[in-house]
């Protein structure tokens, strides 16, 4: 058997090749950064979310939800039963 654990009886087979010290301190530090990073990302995220007044969502989320529900629905039935002909 060639390779790295070939010198050592008994842990040739379900072991990790080795990995130099520089290359897991970098992966650490990668993980670190990305974890804190994405944390940070989470709160800046939470921070820019528009607030509730007065325990209901403001009002123009309200109009712009139903007029795009209402668009959508008008589409799916005109498409349904046929309303433009000129079309495909």
Request: hydrophobic residues 40%; without cysteine.
């Amino acid at each position: 058997m060639a390779g790295p654990l070939a010198d050592r009886p008994g842990r040739a087979f379900a072991t990790t090749p080795r990995v130099s010290i520089v290359n897991r301190r970098n992966a650490v530090i990668g993980w670190a950064v990305w974890k804190a990073w994405k944390g940070a990302m989470k709160r800046k995220a939470q921070a820019a979310k528009p607030s509730v007044e007065g325990g209901r969502p403001n009002k123009p989320l309200i109009a712009a939800t139903a007029a795009g529900a209402t668009v959508g629905a008008l589409t799916v039935w005109r498409k349904r039963h046929g309303g433009d002909e000129g079309d495909s």
